[in-house]
C-alpha cells in the first residue's frame, strides 16, 4: 500500500487547481464578451432585442447552474454531436456568467442620469459615440466592483463541473481521498485552496466599493 504524504495531496491539487484558474478566466472573458453585446443589443433597442435579453437572463438567473451542466453536456449529444466536459462546462459557464453580467452592466448603465444622454446627443453624437465617450466610462466606474466580485462566484461555480467528469479542483479532491482514504485532510486543502483564490478577490471587490464611493 502507498503512502500519500501531506505534500502529495497538495501537489496534485495544485495541478488541478490550475483547471479551475484556466477555466474560471474563459468563462469570465467569454461571458463578458457576451454579455457587452446582450447589453449593447437592448439599450439599443432593436426589434425584440429586450424581450429576448430579459428572457436569457431570467432563464440563466432562475434555474441552478448545476441543471445547466448537465443540459449543455447531455442535451447537445441529442443532437448526435460528441462533446468532451471541457467544452460543455465552457460554454455552460459563459452563458450562465454573461446572464449575470449583462443585467450587472445593465444597472451600471442606467445609474447614469437621462440628462447625461441628452447632452451626448446635443452634440451630434450617434448611438455608438455616446455609449463610447459619454455612458460607457461613467458606467464602467460604477460596474468595476460587483463585476469582480462576481468572480468569486464564477470561481465557486467551477465546482460543479465535476458532475459531467471534468478534472479540476473538486475533482481531483474527490479522486484524490478515494485513494488516499483521507477525506477530511483532502477536502480540507481543498476548501483551503478555493478560499486563497476567492478571498483576495472578495478583498479587492470590496475596496473597489469603497473607492469609487
Known amino acids: 500500500m502507498v503512502d500519500f504524504t501531506l505534500w502529495d495531496i497538495v501537489r496534485n ?3 488541478a487547481a490550475r483547471w479551475t484558474v484556466v477555466l474560471s478566466l474563459i ?4 461571458g463578458g464578451l457576451v454579455g457587452l453585446l446582450l447589453l449593447i443589443a437592448r439599450i439599443a433597442r432593436l426589434p425584440g432585442a429586450e424581450r429576448f435579453v430579459a428572457g436569457y437572463v431570467q432563464v440563466f438567473q432562475g434555474t441552478p447552474l448545476l441543471m445547466q451542466l448537465f443540459l449543455a453536456y ?3 449529444g441529442l443532437f448526435g454531436i460528441n462533446v468532451s466536459p471541457w467544452v460543455s462546462v ?4 459563459t452563458l450562465y456568467t454573461s446572464a449575470f453580467l449583462t443585467e450587472i452592466w ?3 448603465v442606467a445609474a447614469i442620469p437621462k440628462g447625461q444622454w441628452e447632452a451626448a446627443q446635443s452634440l451630434a453624437m450617434n448611438f455608438g459615440e455616446q455609449l463610447q465617450h459619454v455612458i460607457f466610462p461613467q458606467a464602467l466606474r460604477i460596474a468595476i466592483p460587483p463585476t469582480v466580485g462576481f468572480l468569486v462566484q464564477v470561481i465557486k461555480g467551477t465546482a460543479l463541473a465535476s ?3 471534468f478534472v479540476e479542483l473538486t475533482r481531483a479532491g474527490n479522486m484524490i481521498s478515494n485513494v488516499t482514504y483521507a477525506p477530511f ?3 480540507a486543502c481543498v476548501a ?3 478560499f486563497v483564490l476567492c478571498y483576495p478577490i472578495s478583498l479587492y471587490a470590496k475596496f473597489l466599493e469603497r473607492k469609487t464611493r
Open 106 to 108: 445593465r444597472g451600471c
Open 74 to 76: 447531455f442535451g447537445i
Open 27 to 30: 468563462a469570465f472573458v467569454g
Open 185 to 187: 485532510t483532502v477536502f
Open 192 to 194: 483551503l485552496m478555493y
Open 90 to 93: 465552457t460554454l455552460a459557464l
Open 13 to 15: 491539487l495544485l495541478l
Open 163 to 165: 458532475v459531467v467528469g
